[in-house]
């Protein structure tokens, strides 16, 4: 059994075995603009595609329901209308690791609403939003020149890894790890007892694991340390929250081969510094002597990816105090570089794996809780890479950042960081969190149970880069990672626990 349909204005086949239309692009054939950020939701908005010239999730549009219909990738937009969106993210800086930016461009390329409405349907956990509206803006504005060494160099100081900047990056082709894996690899998923089931497709191997697709809970979450008696000024527990990068860990390795980076175009914040993909890829290829694709669905990624610690902690306003962590190798140094005045006590909570690898891990607390005793807006933080920000939250809610972090080398992707970075901090002040058990297992297990503040309620944000500052380049969004972080919770009233809601 066989099902025929148009793609990108060709007649193609494909076995109507295949699960699931995002199998089809991305299996047979061969169409890797198509994303798999949830594996498969149907929230993440990264596999869209346009069927009959409407946006669809493909990851949950069976194959065979699209029999005889017409479905159009990014390749199958006309090339002045896929230039024209390339460019304008690009100009705006609305594309970061470019993960999600293909279905996004889809979908506001197709839809005559408004642009908030449409990106309900997605998430970007790079951009913040703000640089997506703008390039709708600004679409047919002419491109203007950038030194995209420099611009690439500023990237990478943001996010930690080397990381490609320029039009081609909005259209998916950021060089992600599972888009070169050779087309004949076998695939192989975790078999959530420890181990790996491996089939010829991604279908079949998770046929093999068999794999439950994610819920989220019902259950209350709340932060797992409780803050220590005493007399404090300030008090703040931390609930566990997920860094939510949209691309899953993946990795590939040909037998004796160097497994490809999980890291394709971006840091993940952290997140996948310890990933276990790529040892796997390379253990696995060598003992079954042939290519494999290790993939991890959304649910293995929360379950398996490490946490930023949650913490929970009393301070005096002299910065005295005592601050409880999650047993974390190497946060308690954090902690005391920033703020020497408080004790730090580390214990074993029940949960998953921590890492101070995640984006200011124990610092980014520390600071928060010295600003708050300071109170008062606006918020000056200085990272221990040496950049600076200033928050302010306005009364009509603008979230207001100088950033100081010395040659900007490239404004745009500068002001793009430090606007992801205050989306971050402010959805992790006020929305974000998981629902972990006494026993430690995480229940929160699809995108939209993240908490991760969309599009439409994100506040504005305005950065201003000073331009002053000159010297080493270092930094920037990391300091207003922090700064935002400690302005909403100052301008939240600084109630005891986060989320504030």
Request: glycine letters at 14%; proline letters at 7%.
């Given at each position: 059994m066989t099902v025929h349909f148009s793609l990108d204005g060709r007649e193609v086949t494909v076995p109507d075995d295949t699960v699931s239309l995002l199998d089809a692009l991305r299996g047979p054939l061969g169409v890797h603009s198509v994303k798999d950020g949830c594996s498969p939701q149907g929230q993440c908005g990264c596999c869209t595609v346009l069927v009959d010239g409407q946006p669809r999730v493909s990851c949950v549009t069976p194959v065979r329901r699209i029999a005889g219909r017409a479905v159009t990738t990014i390749e199958g937009l006309d090339d002045d209308t896929r230039d024209r969106w390339a460019g304008a993210f690009c100009a705006t800086g609305a594309s970061q690791c470019g993960f999600c930016t293909p279905g996004i461009v889809l979908r506001l390329a197709a839809t005559s609403g408004t642009p908030e409405r449409a990106l309900a349907a997605h998430l970007c956990r790079c951009t913040g939003w703000r640089t997506i509206l703008d390039a709708v803006e600004h679409l047919d504005d002419p491109a203007a020149s950038r030194d995209w060494p420099a611009a690439e160099r500023r990237a990478a100081i943001e996010g930690g890894v080397p990381q490609r900047v320029g039009p081609d990056v909005a259209l998916g082709r950021g060089g992600f790890a599972d888009d070169s894996a050779p087309p004949d690899a076998l695939v192989a998923v975790p078999d959530g007892a420890g181990g790996w089931a491996v089939g010829d497709t991604l279908a079949e191997a998770r046929a093999k694991a068999g794999k439950v697709q994610g819920r989220r809970t019902t259950a209350a979450a709340r932060p797992p340390i409780d803050v220590p008696e005493g007399e404090w000024d300030v008090v703040l527990a931390t609930s566990w929250v997920e860094p939510a990068y949209v691309e899953t860990d993946a990795s590939w390795c040909a037998p004796g081969g160097v497994p490809a980076s999980p890291l394709g175009n971006g840091g993940a914040f952290g997140g996948k510094a310890t990933s276990i993909a790529p040892a796997a890829a390379r253990e696995l290829a060598d003992r079954l002597g042939r290519p494999v694709r290790v993939l991890l669905s959304r649910e293995d990624t929360v379950r398996m990816g490490a946490k930023r610690p949650p913490i929970a902690a009393g301070i005096r306003s002299d910065g005295t105090g005592l601050l409880r962590v999650a047993r974390t190798a190497g946060v308690a140094d954090r902690?005391?570089?920033?703020?020497?005045?408080?004790?730090?006590?580390?214990?074993?909570?029940?949960?998953?794996?921590?890492?101070?690898?995640?984006?200011?891990?124990?610092?980014?607390?520390?600071?928060?809780?010295?600003?708050?005793?300071?109170?008062?807006?606006?918020?000056?933080?200085?990272?221990?890479?040496?950049?600076?920000?200033?928050?302010?939250?306005?009364?009509?809610?603008?979230?207001?950042?100088?950033?100081?972090?010395g040659d900007p080398l490239d404004e745009v992707v500068l002001r793009s960081y430090c606007i992801g970075a205050a989306h971050m901090a402010w959805s992790w002040v006020t929305s974000e969190q998981l629902t972990v058990d006494d026993d430690g297992a995480i229940h929160d297990l699809t995108v939209r149970s993240f908490g991760v503040v969309k599009a439409s309620d994100t506040p504005r944000i305005v950065i201003t880069i000073d331009p002053s500052s000159g010297g080493e380049p270092v930094n920037g969004s990391d300091a207003v990672f922090a700064a935002v972080a400690a302005a909403a919770w100052i301008l939240r009233g600084l109630p005891p626990s986060w989320p504030t809601g």
């Open positions: 902690i005391r570089a920033v703020a020497p005045g408080l004790e730090v006590v580390e214990l074993d909570v029940p949960g998953p794996s921590t890492s101070i690898d995640l984006r200011g891990a124990g610092w980014v607390e520390a600071a928060v809780l010295l600003a708050a005793v300071r109170g008062g807006l606006p918020v000056d933080v200085r990272a221990p890479g040496g950049g600076l920000a200033t928050a302010s939250i306005h009364d009509d809610g603008t979230i207001a950042v100088t950033v100081a972090c």
